[in-house]
């Protein structure tokens, strides 16, 4: 061949294959940039979020500092004063990803303004504000909780993380009164009578308890702010900045200066300041229906103020979200709370989901009955709203597994029943209820068990379990959001599916499976030939005959797609 014609091919060759390289290259970068796309666009949907809540003062202590503050020193009952856990602390364990590893998208903590001064002593021992329900003033933050700078980093560092945040709103009472923390004025306040709970009156106009003094939420009068708090906020140098955005926002809202319009403001401030991404509103029931559908109305302007001002910090267009305790609320009810002379559907009033009681109980029923139910009721009467499941709480002393004997089923039960699930700080790690020496709800409030998860192999094996459904759960909004349906009765097998505009999600879980060999019917959901990954066991398998056969020890599988 002719040297020169020989020299041409071989620079045609190696440009050749330095375009196949590159091509190779684009190929492989363009791949990665689809995967990553296709993760971006994922939709996150509060319907199948997976919540955590945590009591402030009982997660974890990041900030030793703040332990005892405002005198309170006296010695209380068991599990009835501050234990050190803090905001920092709560950044702490967002920070090291154990949130992330739970696969949990939202945490809910116990309100973190600040509280009275003083302690109570019901005849069960000193109490103090340590759950944060005892509001003495909307507009600070209690030191023992932290700062406004540790709840601004507390608050990025999970947006970062792809984590939103749910404060804990009070609007229908104050903190009771002490030698330390005067009553309200009358106009404010009502101290009398206490709740008797059977009619709808007696239920909203009322107090809950004896010395928890309640808003007049259904004012329409014009109020005066307290002499205490003006004289409280002149002391702090904050006076004039408070009038100040007092006035602004009640010429920008037009509200008259009732009670329950000023604490809208000062609830929402926490939205505006921080980008707080929803609230979890306590004792609904309580409090006239008008307040809430104001209080939504202003933390959605909030939110979207926030979102302006933060453009790089936004996480997506998820509207604000509010979710609502209306105790006793379960979802057979339907829609609507009956307060026995008058029905109430809350959802009408600014509420995207409440908070269903009714788990626990049907948590003792079979995996079909269950996941049939909530499949049903969700996606027909519910349809756009939601209900946020619990089998655990801080405040109902009747829980699924008090005794922490069935934390596997208990998992099984929270994560892969239709809704939103609520875990509460400990169920993932069967921390203990029953505290020796406790009175009432302070039981279900010990401190978070690290040391258990530090050093308990059966812990960490529970642990394992949480994480390992919890991710797939945040991973497949199908699970929480999906539509339910059995494939097969045994072994137990079902499957969920979402869309949501062009995003598709499929997935297949079973339990209650034989250790050891087992085969999965999937026929008329995965076809033959289709590869699935079983997240439980890190297992590739194809759909061969309908079904889909594994190997090992476990008595649960979760399958997706193999991308």
Not at 330 to 356: A, Q, T
Not at 381 to 405: A, C, E, I, M
Not at 415 to 440: C, H, K, W
């Amino acid at each position: 061949m002719h040297k020169g014609l020989l020299l041409i091919i071989t620079i045609l060759l190696i440009a050749s294959c330095k375009e196949q390289v590159k091509t190779s290259e684009l190929s492989e970068s363009t791949e990665k940039e689809l995967t990553t796309e296709n993760k971006k666009t994922t939709p996150f949907v509060w319907e199948g979020a997976n919540i955590y809540f945590l009591l402030t003062d009982r997660f974890n202590n990041g900030n030793a500092a703040n332990d005892t503050t405002l005198n309170r020193i006296k010695p209380t009952a068991t599990l009835r004063g501050f234990m050190g856990g803090d905001i920092a602390g709560i950044t702490q364990k967002i920070e090291s990803n154990y949130f992330t590893d739970l696969g949990i998208n939202a945490i809910w903590f116990t309100p973190v303004v600040e509280q009275i001064h003083g302690s109570t002593d019901e005849g069960t021992g000193n109490t103090y504000g340590y759950h944060g329900y005892w509001a003495k003033d909307w507009t600070a933050l209690d030191p023992n909780f932290g700062t406004g700078q540790e709840l601004a980093t507390m608050v990025k560092t999970a947006h970062s993380k792809g984590i939103r945040v749910l404060m804990d709103a009070v609007l229908n009472h104050t903190g009771p009164v002490t030698q330390d923390d005067p009553i309200w004025p009358a106009e404010w306040v009502r101290t009398e009578p206490v709740c008797g709970f059977t009619n709808y009156e007696n239920t909203t106009s009322c107090t809950l308890v004896n010395n928890l003094p309640d808003i007049l939420t259904e004012s329409e009068t014009a109020v005066k702010l307290p002499d205490a708090l003006l004289a409280k906020w002149k002391n702090e140098g904050r006076l004039a900045d408070e009038l100040d955005e007092l006035a602004v926002f009640f010429k920008r809202t037009g509200y008259a200066r009732t009670p329950r319009a000023y604490i809208i403001k000062w609830l929402t401030d926490y939205v505006k300041d921080f980008g707080i991404d929803g609230y979890r509103v306590d004792t609904v029931k309580h409090a006239d229906e008008i307040a809430w559908e104001e209080l939504y109305e202003e933390a959605s302007y909030a939110f979207e103020t926030w979102k302006k001002k933060n453009a790089t910090d936004v996480l997506d267009d998820t509207p604000f979200y509010m979710m609502g305790e209306v105790y006793g609320y379960g979802i057979s009810g339907g829609r609507e709370y009956d307060f026995s002379d008058k029905k109430v559907d809350y959802f009408n009033y600014g509420f995207n989901s409440l908070i269903n009681f009714e788990l626990k109980t049907d948590g003792h029923s079979d995996y079909e009955t269950i996941f049939k139910k909530y499949n049903s009721l969700l996606h027909n009467q519910f349809k756009g709203k939601g209900v946020v499941n619990y089998l655990t709480s801080h405040d109902d002393g009747q829980p699924f597994d008090k005794d922490r004997s069935q934390p596997y089923r208990t998992a099984n039960v929270l994560l892969l029943t239709p809704g939103t699930s609520q875990v509460y700080y400990g169920d993932e790690s069967a921390r203990n209820l029953i505290i020796e020496g406790t009175q009432g709800d302070a039981t279900l409030r010990s401190f978070m068990n690290w040391k258990a998860i530090d050093s308990s192999e059966t812990t960490q094996n529970i642990l394992k379990h949480w994480q390992k459904l919890g991710q797939f759960r945040n991973n497949h909004p199908a699970v929480g959001a999906g539509k339910h349906k059995r494939l097969a009765k045994k072994p137990y097998v079902f499957s969920r599916t979402f869309v949501k505009d062009e995003f598709k999600d499929k997935v297949v879980v079973g339990l209650d499976l034989p250790k050891g060999k087992k085969s999965l019917w999937v026929k008329g959901f995965f076809g033959n030939g289709t590869k699935l990954f079983d997240r439980y066991s890190e297992t590739e398998v194809i759909v061969k005959n309908g079904k889909v056969t594994l190997n090992n020890a476990y008595d649960i599988a979760l399958l997706e797609l193999l991308e």
